[in-house]
Nanobody, 124 residues
């Protein structure tokens, strides 16, 4: 089974950029569709972006479309989230997640592998 670990979070000013990484252990990373979710204090965990197994298809929440880019490198067992033009409302704990399904998904229930999360704080 795949285990996931995020890194790359931190404090950044509004308008700045960060790149999150998700490192996967195990040999089956390429058999998982992957996604990024985030959870702000007092709010539900929400979908941010997803990518299919090969990396050929991506999907974004409207709130991040045009600012965030999801990618993966199956040879390195890694997934990334490039975040540009960050806003204070992007402040949250960001989680990477893996889904054994064939297709990417926006639904939390489709994901059965989760990392521990990394904090992103955007100051105004």
């Amino acid at each position: 089974q795949v285990q996931l670990a995020e890194s790359g979070g931190g404090l950044v000013q509004a308008g700045g950029s960060l790149r999150l990484s998700c490192a996967a252990s195990g040999r089956s990373f390429g058999s998982y569709a992957m996604g990024w979710f985030r959870q702000a204090p007092g709010k539900e965990r929400e979908f941010v972006a997803a990518i299919n197994r090969s990396g050929s298809t991506t999907y974004y929440a409207d709130s991040v479309k045009g600012r965030f880019t999801i990618s993966r490198d199956n040879a390195k067992n890694a997934m990334y989230l490039r975040m540009n033009s960050l806003k204070p409302e992007d402040t949250a704990v960001y989680y990477c997640a893996g889904s054994p399904g064939w297709y990417l998904s926006t639904s939390r229930s489709e994901y059965d592998r989760w990392g521990q999360g990394t904090q992103v704080t955007v100051s105004s």
